[in-house]
């Protein structure tokens, strides 16, 4: 009896920007702005701490401090922002008049920092949207074990803006081998896992390494699964 002819399909994966973001993972240059970042925290510390040397015009009401941050693009909520300072994670100085006020230099170092990270929660939400699969413990996991660099200020764990961006790409554009199985399966097709492995093995579908994980580039792998169906279902 004749064999039946192996699937065979060869693409050329042509995405500059992946290339990119895998060279700065190989070269760690996400820790860069890790380090800049500390460095901002250290400056923090530093404000908190001196009081001394400031004039008038550098200083801001409760309220009007709260409209500087809205305005430049930190959303919170005004309740969130008055427990900081109740805290104390945010300092003031109570002037004269027995009115607090915050430096502006303090409000801009929050707003250096803040252009640069998202929360833990905040980084999660954006890769949830493209990687529906991925659960917050799941995320929370891949940061204690160190694949993924993260700051913390006053308890709370921050990562690079440019990292979380970064991977949003990649998840917007490409699948894991495990949700690769998934889509086959989707459309009618039930290969396993090994026949997936050996097809990357192959060169039959392109892919990209990131760490030990390899991912499929989205819209190859749709094309590939078209024409499969239409070889097995002669549509």
Same mark, same amino acid.
């Given at each position: ?5 192996? /699937?065979?399909?060869?693409?050329? $994966?042509?995405?500059?920007? %992946? ?16 380090n800049k970042l500390e460095e ?20 801001? @009401? ?54 640069? %990270?998202?929360? $833990? ?13 991925? @659960?917050?413990?799941? +995320? ?17 764990? /921050? ?17 894991? %081998? ?28 392109? +892919? ?6 390899? $991912? ?18 002669? $549509?």
């Amino acid at each position: 009896m004749a064999r039946k002819p192996m /699937f065979k399909t060869k693409y050329n $994966l042509n995405d500059q920007r %992946v290339y990119e973001i895998i060279q700065r993972f190989e070269n760690e240059n996400y820790l860069g702005t890790v380090n800049k970042l500390e460095e901002l925290v250290q400056e923090y510390e530093e404000e908190r701490r001196m009081y001394q040397d400031y004039s008038r015009d550098e200083l801001y @009401t409760v309220n009007d401090a709260y409209k500087y941050l809205r305005a430049n693009g930190i959303d919170w909520e005004y309740n969130i922002f008055k427990g900081r300072l109740d805290r104390g994670s945010i300092p003031v100085i109570i002037g004269d008049d027995g009115n607090k006020y915050i430096l502006k230099s303090v409000l801009d170092n929050i707003l250096d920092f803040h252009n640069e %990270v998202y929360s $833990l929660h905040e980084a999660y939400e954006k890769i949830r949207k493209v990687n529906p699969r991925l @659960t917050l413990r799941a +995320f929370i996991g891949r940061i204690e074990k160190e694949k993924l660099p993260v700051i913390i200020v006053y308890r709370k764990r /921050f990562l690079p803006k440019k990292l979380i961006d970064d991977l949003v790409y990649i998840y917007s554009n490409y699948v894991e %081998v495990s949700h690769a199985l998934s889509i086959y399966r989707e459309n009618g097709l039930n290969i396993s896992r090994n026949t997936l492995e050996r097809r990357l093995d192959r060169g039959m579908l392109p +892919f990209i390494k990131l760490g030990k994980k390899r $991912l499929i580039p989205k819209d190859v792998l749709m094309k590939s699964i078209e024409e499969e169906r239409r070889l097995k279902f002669n $549509l």
